[in-house]
T-cell receptor
């Protein structure tokens, strides 16, 4: 069974600083994708970034990057130059590339950005 | 492009009442999902539909039923609501892109349900 672990229930960061949100996963799938979602206080789930298990380079999307360490089964989200609007819940998820249609989500990390 | 549309956004029920949460997607996606989100629990899968005509139980299916009406629509029904079903419910969908792993899951805006 797949499992996603986000060990940081809450994180605090100063505006303009970088922050890393941890995510480890446990899967027997050979080919899979890793995803990060943001959930602001308004409640919607916003897709941020994707990393494929066979991608050689770490994914980047603007200020978001995914630090993918396959051997350690780690997929940490790095937010550079934090902004007040980054305050939200962040969820890590993993899904097999084929066969299984069910993504597995972590319990989330609450990020608060201080001015 | 509306994406995933959920109705209603808010609902208050009394214990024992029934209701149906509606979900529709306009992205021609095959797979659709219903989740509930409770504080500290993340997203828990209630039911999913891998394709039109099929539905399967997820992690927490008890007390719920679903219908995949057509490719676009996937509804969630509470036959006899209980206070334990007070939660935020999300519908989501994923398209299949021919072997690509990048099947992003798109979410509706959520339904806040309170059962008194």
């Amino acid at each position: 069974a797949q499992k996603i672990t986000q060990t940081q229930p809450g994180m605090f960061v100063q505006e303009k600083e970088a922050v890393t949100l941890d995510c480890t996963y446990d899967t027997s799938d050979q080919s899979y994708g890793l995803f990060w979602y943001k959930q602001p206080s308004s409640g919607e789930m916003i897709f941020l970034i994707y990393q494929g298990s066979y991608d050689e380079q770490n994914a980047t999307e603007g200020r978001y990057s995914l630090n993918f360490q396959k051997a350690r089964k780690s997929a940490n989200l790095v937010i550079s130059a934090s902004q007040l609007g980054d305050s939200a819940m962040y969820f890590c998820a993993q899904k097999a590339s084929g066969g299984s249609y069910i993504p597995t989500f972590g319990r989330g990390t609450s990020l608060i950005v201080h001015p | 492009n509306a994406g995933v549309t959920q109705t209603p956004k808010f609902q208050v029920l009394k214990t024992g009442q029934s209701m149906t949460l509606q979900c529709a997607q306009d992205m021609n996606h095959n797979s659709m999902y219903w989740y509930r989100q409770d504080p500290g629990m993340g997203l828990r899968l209630i039911y999913y539909s891998a394709s039109e005509g099929t539905t399967d139980k997820g992690e927490v299916p008890n007390g719920y039923n679903v219908s995949r009406l057509n490719k676009r629509e996937f509804s969630l029904r509470l036959e006899s609501a209980a206070p334990s079903q007070t939660s935020v419910y999300f519908c989501a969908s994923i398209g299949l892109a021919g072997g690509l792993a990048k099947n992003i899951q798109y979410f509706g805006a959520g339904t806040r349900l309170s059962v008194l």
